[in-house]
């Protein structure tokens, strides 16, 4: 089925997950003008609710489109020898300290052309939507120069413009300058870290390039106080904020990133008590990250239970990037959250709808309901968990963008019978 957005679509006797609990009964949903214009049971709904409707499909289980809110997709190269390397016994911040690392993967980036870096960040992004993508968050920080990091969120921001070779998706772009230390910068971190807040995040602001601001605040990469300086100029600029926070020690960096009002703190394996009561005082939405911790076989699990107990947003993300998650199926990251951390099926499945989305500050999508925007996924399967349950590719019926279904397996059915 081929639609253009505007027009009045109905599906009905539909499974509905709404981004954060499956709904007791079957239902009729209506779209219409890029969101969502009824929503009904089935006991109760009426033909002409929906008169003028295009039938969209029957059955199958509804879901927000899922939001990937932490992503590395824009990079040169490839870092498939320091997956042999930790394999032989390296750790991941041996590498690191050794130039590899981030530090390999901005060589490589600093060589590729605009052009070249969206080419291949295209592919790994079109493998996405098929499993169910609708809204992306891409980071920079593989630049660390001016230059570089705004030529990494140039690209990620064409790749959301089908007008300009893109895909049907939304894109939030972060800049990461304050990822790692470029090495013409070695010794120097307060050197580098003013460039960042003087030249950088002004430069990103000045052109519109990037909507938040984020920092790697650990011991391989930067101090709290150093985070800071980040955090104020992010402020000043009017962009907000997220940080890379307790992966693999406690040094605060999520109780900073909670005064100032971050959106997320992401990964937090060494989170304590404190760091989780500072994100729940903020509404700092706490991001899990099980492809890392799968890929680094890393040990320390996130402190779940406190998440819980404090009231915590959890939300979910691939942190598809060359190094520590080369993973790029989001819908893998619910098996793993389920399986790693314990997250049951409910929660994971709303770590990458209204959670997800919550992690972006976008509080018009993540969710199914009217007035809504209408980026919907219809998967075939009877039940939410299913898609935690079995990691298999091909479940995606249908994938809806602002209102406009962009992938319909059931009509490709139909066209081989």
């Known amino acids: 089925m081929s639609t253009q957005s505007g027009q009045r679509l109905l599906w009905r006797e539909v499974t509905v997950f709404d981004g954060l609990q499956t709904l007791p009964q079957s239902m009729a949903v209506c779209v219409e003008g890029g969101r969502i214009a009824g929503l009904w049971p089935m006991a109760e709904f009426d033909p002409a609710q929906a008169a003028g409707s295009i039938d969209a499909g029957r059955g199958g289980l509804m879901t927000p489109g899922l939001v990937d809110c932490h992503t590395h997709l824009v990079f040169g190269g490839n870092r498939a020898d320091e997956f042999a390397q930790r394999l032989e016994g390296a750790s991941y911040a041996d590498i690191a300290r050794a130039g590899g690392g981030i530090l390999s993967t901005v060589r490589a980036t600093r060589a590729a052309s605009e052009d070249a870096l969206f080419e291949a960040a295209r592919p790994r992004l079109q493998a996405m939507l098929a499993d169910g993508l609708t809204t992306v968050e891409i980071k920079s920080g593989y630049g660390l120069t001016v230059a570089d990091e705004l030529k990494m969120l140039r690209v990620a921001r064409r790749l959301g413009r089908p007008e300009e070779g893109g895909l049907p998706l939304r894109v939030v772009t972060t800049l990461l300058g304050a990822h790692a230390l470029p090495p013409e910068f070695a010794g120097a971190s307060d050197a580098y870290i003013e460039l960042v807040c003087d030249e950088m995040i002004p430069a990103a602001a000045e052109e519109g390039l990037a909507d938040a601001v984020d920092v790697f605040c650990e011991g391989i990469a930067f101090s709290p106080a150093q985070c800071e300086r980040v955090f104020a100029a992010a402020h000043r600029h009017g962009l907000a904020r997220k940080a890379h926070a307790e992966q693999l020690s406690n040094l605060g960096g999520a109780a900073l990133a909670a005064r100032f009002g971050a959106l997320s703190a992401d990964h937090l394996e060494f989170l ?70 314990r997250l049951t099926p409910r929660e994971a499945l709303a770590g990458m709808t209204a959670h997800g989305a919550r992690a972006l500050g976008l509080a018009d999508t993540g969710r199914i309901a009217v007035g809504r925007r209408a980026d919907l996924c219809v998967w075939d399967v009877g039940q939410a968990a299913e898609l935690a349950y079995a990691v298999q590719p091909g479940r995606l019926r249908q994938r809806v963008f602002d209102g406009r279904i962009t992938h319909d397996r059931s009509q490709e059915r139909t066209d081989e019978r």
């Open 272 to 341: 304590d008590e404190a760091g989780v009561q500072a994100l729940a005082a903020a509404g700092t939405v706490a991001t899990l990250l099980p492809g890392a911790f799968h890929t680094l076989r890393e040990t320390r699990l996130p402190p779940l239970e406190l998440l819980r107990r404090h009231g915590v947003p959890i939300a979910l993300a691939t942190d598809a990037n060359p190094g520590s998650s080369p993973l790029f199926m989001p819908t893998l990251m619910l098996n793993l959250a389920c399986t790693l951390f």
